[in-house]
């Protein structure tokens, strides 16, 4: 086989975009470029296989092999040589085909006979579309141009396929971005949303593949990155040293860059015939594909900022910005890889959901879209390449599914299942104003969690009692610097306001972990949910909670003031946070400042420590509220934010509901009011669960308070709790079965 030189690389390419320009069905196209594949490298057969779906790639064209097979051969992901390559999403190349480990034969396409084998990822942006295969008689290895000159190739193919270039008459594959999809993810923030997709960054589409002139776009390439260098100077250099860990980031945009490797791979693909885009996207295509294959967090990261980067780079060589003139749709459901608060604030309630191809359950925007109330769901797979701006997307927050492009029978099915909440929500709001009192006469006080002002005005017409957390770290994450103390004033002066008399009950600052302030030092932790973080920061660094006691103290303006600490671990922390708050309140008199009518100070009990400190601590607690999110994942010992264990462990464990029956107890014998914050309160089953062991205050979200409530009137607390106990003396691991037995029993 001859030694591939630029004009022969230069030469296919344009062939291939020749064949491109003429408006032959799919099946031709497939055809006639195996052809020149064959004619321009001089072996005996090129073979293209596509991914049918995300497991099953089929022969969709061949030169050299039986033409009979066309259709008819098929593989699974891994097998044979050819699902290798597509499973490693790297090249095999090999004289003795039949002697490589997985090699499978296939007698159908008569390949017997053909013994050397180089096969090619076809992939875009890290999603897997097929392998482009070369063989030939003669044993030898193919030399690492005629690789290299391949992968050139398979790039180009892969854009065809994503154009559509392949479908139509004479073959079985769908124009993409066509078809419905239904992808699934996780949930973070339940509902249910029908809309069109609002992409964050709207994808670079590239229409110039093959270049005309290598000079020409060479200079194109440098210009562009120079560009490139320039804004990231620029951005490094107004950054100052407030966000470590954005610096980090331009950092290594300002490395990736100035990289040579990085450049020396794309002027060759140019050299080869690509276009500066197309060159660029290659290299982009191949970090994602590297990507998938990297199990170090740290390396992941540094690929994910060569992803950003090309993407920047894209940008700047097309002139195509996130302002693209597309208008927001009325129902906007916002797609992205993934987004920061402050961005996702911007939005605002103008989106009925979110969805992230990353994300966590504890994140940012997580939070956010919790205080906005709409449907998020998380790490659903390629959906930022499967979307399109304006394609119509349910969002089934409570499942973890998204519809893309759904059907009309699924669209009825969601529109139906939508309407039957709404008419739910109807009846709701009939209870908005009768109390969440049992058929055995006891009352359960419904609080809701809130983040935001904008949640506010949702308190009266929620059917709640008052706000039994206000997250007060939202307004330190989405700046991008420590807020002043006279803003925090005014903003905790404006949610007492909105509260219109109703108790807040606000959080001190809750960072660390998974909520970390873009101006703080991030410290390098091995396990981060139980480092240093929420109250253990403050008690450290005594100057941010001071100035929040004190903003919190000038807000009331003389009004009764509720504080309650986070992850108070031992009786001791309580004590150094609770005189800290003394010490402000003392301050503020001698500056002659109005003081609480009446101060509440309480902990949320959020590790199981803290449920067996000394009788003194739970009588010197005005209130004790669970935070059931992080003591749940501490007393099973399983990550909420790790999928593969945190749905392994249920609220109605007879364990965990014995534990919490130790706190009932030992609060109701100090005569400290409890209260149960988080999802699981949300949960009318669950709900009823902690109303029936004696806890008789619960926080959750507005939209939870209906329904929880609605289950409360119907229920009698008496036969729950006989019912609990019948479980735990029968030794059974959980009480959900029975308790969804009882409530399938009571009346509306």
Request: glycine share 8%; proline share 5%; aromatic share 6%.
């Amino acid at each position: 086989m001859p030694h591939r030189t630029e004009t022969d690389s230069r030469k296919l390419l344009r062939k291939l975009r020749d064949e491109m320009s003429l408006a032959n069905p799919g099946q031709e196209r497939l055809d006639r470029i195996t052809t020149i594949i064959t004619e321009s490298m001089g072996v005996d057969v090129c073979s293209i296989y596509l991914f049918r779906d995300s497991d099953t790639l089929e022969l969709c064209a061949t030169e050299g092999l039986r033409p009979e097979s066309v259709h008819q051969t098929r593989l699974r992901l891994g097998e044979g040589l050819v699902g290798k390559v597509a499973r490693l999403a790297r090249p095999v190349n090999t004289a003795n085909a039949p002697a490589e480990q997985g090699f499978r034969y296939m007698p159908e396409t008569g390949e017997e006979v053909f013994t050397s084998f180089l096969g090619v990822p076809v992939q875009r942006l890290g999603e897997r579309l097929g392998v482009l295969v070369v063989q030939a008689k003669e044993p030898r290895l193919y030399s690492e141009d005629e690789v290299y000159g391949l992968e050139v190739v398979a790039m180009v193919i892969a854009e065809m396929t994503e154009l559509g270039a392949f479908t139509g008459e004479g073959t079985s594959f769908a124009t993409p971005h066509q078809n419905p999809a239904m992808l699934r993810g996780v949930t973070a923030q339940e509902g249910e949303a029908e809309g069109q997709v609002w992409l964050h960054q709207p994808r670079v589409v590239i229409t110039n593949l093959i270049n005309d002139d290598s000079r020409a776009e060479l200079a194109r390439l440098e210009t562009a990155i120079e560009t490139l260098r320039v804004s990231i100077d620029q951005l490094l250099a107004t950054a100052g040293t407030r966000d470590k860990e954005h610096m980090e980031v331009l950092q290594t945009y300002r490395m990736f860059a100035h990289s040579r490797g990085w450049m020396k791979r794309m002027e060759e693909d140019i050299r080869l015939g690509l276009s500066a885009e197309a060159a660029v996207e290659k290299e982009q295509s191949s970090a994602r594909a590297r990507l998938e294959r990297v199990p170090d967090a740290y390396l992941r990261d540094r690929l994910h900022d060569l992803d950003d980067l090309s993407n920047r780079l894209l940008r700047i060589l097309t002139g195509q910005g996130n302002e693209t003139g597309a208008e927001m749709p009325e129902r906007p459901i916002l797609v992205a890889r993934n987004i920061g608060p402050g961005e996702l604030l911007e939005y605002g309630r103008k989106l009925r959901g979110v969805v992230l191809e990353e994300g966590a359950v504890g994140s940012h925007a997580t939070i956010v879209a919790r205080a906005l109330a709409i449907p998020l769901v998380i790490n659903v797979p390629r959906i930022t390449t499967e979307a399109l701006n304006g394609d119509h997307i349910l969002v089934d927050g409570t499942e973890g599914v998204v519809h893309l492009r759904p059907d009309d029978s699924i669209s009825s099915a969601f529109r139906d299942k939508m309407a039957m909440q709404a008419k739910a929500q109807e009846r709701y709001a009939i209870l908005r104003d009768k109390p969440a009192q049992a058929r055995c006469g006891t009352e359960i006080s419904l609080k809701m969690n809130a983040g935001l002002l904008a949640d506010l005005p949702s308190l009266p017409n929620s059917g709640a009692d008052a706000v039994g957390l206000f997250r007060t770290e939202l307004q330190f994450l989405v700046q991008d610097r420590m807020p002043k103390r006279s803003d925090l004033v005014a903003n905790y002066a404006r949610v007492l306001d909105a509260a219109a008399g109703r108790k807040v009950y606000f959080r001190t600052l809750d960072i660390g972990s998974d909520k970390v302030m873009p101006y703080m030092n991030r410290p390098d932790e091995p396990n981060p949910a139980m480092g240093w973080r929420a109250l253990r920061v403050g008690l450290d660094k005594p100057g941010v909670l001071r100035m929040q006691l004190q903003a919190l103290i000038r807000a009331a303006k003389g009004r009764a003031l509720s504080v309650m600490f986070p992850l108070v671990a031992t009786a001791s922390e309580f004590t150094q946070a609770h005189d800290t708050l003394l010490r402000e309140i003392e301050r503020e008199r001698r500056l002659g400042h109005p003081l609480p009518e009446k101060l509440e100070v309480g902990a949320m009990l959020e590790t199981p420590s803290l449920a067996y400190a000394p009788d003194s601590f739970f009588e010197a607690v005005d209130f004790i509220s669970i935070g059931g999110n992080d003591l749940k994942q501490f007393f099973f010992a399983a990550d909420r934010e790790n999928e593969l264990v945190r749905r392994r462990y249920d609220t109605l464990n007879v364990s965990f509901l014995t534990f919490l029956q130790v706190i009932v107890d030992r609060c109701h014998a100090a005569e400290t009011d409890l209260s149960f914050c988080g999802e699981d309160a949300g949960r009318p089953i669950d709900a009823l669960a902690l109303a029936g062991i004696g806890i008789t205050s619960l926080s959750m979200r507005p939209a939870s308070i209906g329904p929880v409530k609605s289950l409360i009137r119907r229920a009698n607390l008496i036969e729950v709790s006989e019912l609990i106990a019948r479980v735990q003396c029968r030794g059974l691991e959980t009480a959900r079965p029975a308790l969804l037995d009882y409530v399938a029993t009571l009346v509306d």
